[in-house]
Nanobody, 123 residues
Framework: VQLQASGGGLVQAGGSLRLSCAAS????????MGWFRQAPGKEREFVAV????????YYADSVKGRFTISRDNTKNTVYLQMNSLKPEDTAVYYC?????????????????WGQGTLVTVSS
C-alpha cells in the first residue's frame, strides 16, 4: 500500500483542520493506521492510531480530547480531525501503516509512510 497525506495548512490557534491520508493498493482494511508529527528540531512523535476496523483508537496525551482519528475502509482513507489547535501542534504530520498494534506509539515499527503534510498554527 502507498499513502498520500493531505489537508495541512495555516490556521489560527483555536481553529480546526482535518487531515486525510488516502491509501492506494490492496488490503487497506488489513492495516493499522497511525498519525505522527515532527516539529522542527524535534523527533517524530506519536499522535494517534486506529485499528483495522476502526473499533479501537489511541491518542497521545497532548492531543487527547482535541484530535479524533477515524477511517473509512470503503474509501481507503484515514482521517485526523484536529480541533482547538495550539501553536505547539505546528509540525509536519505523517500517516503510517503497519499490520499489528504492538508498540503502536513507536514510529520505527511502521513500515509504510506517507509524504507528510505541514500544519502551522499561529498564535
Amino acid at each position: 500500500v502507498q499513502l498520500q497525506a493531505s489537508g495541512g495548512g495555516l490556521v489560527q490557534a483555536g481553529g480546526s483542520l482535518r487531515l486525510s491520508c488516502a491509501a492506494s493498493g490492496r488490503d487497506f482494511s488489513n492495516y493499522v493506521m497511525g498519525w505522527f508529527r515532527q516539529a522542527p528540531g524535534k523527533e517524530r512523535e506519536f499522535v494517534a492510531v486506529i485499528n483495522w476496523s476502526g473499533s479501537s483508537t489511541y491518542y497521545a496525551d497532548s492531543v487527547k480530547g482535541r484530535f479524533t482519528i477515524s477511517r473509512d475502509n470503503t474509501k481507503n482513507t484515514v482521517y485526523l480531525q484536529m480541533n482547538s489547535l495550539k501553536p505547539e501542534d505546528t509540525a509536519v504530520y505523517y500517516c503510517a501503516a503497519r499490520r499489528t498494534l504492538t508498540s503502536y506509539y513507536n514510529p520505527s515499527t511502521y513500515g509504510i509512510w506517507g509524504q507528510g503534510t505541514l500544519v502551522t498554527v499561529s498564535s
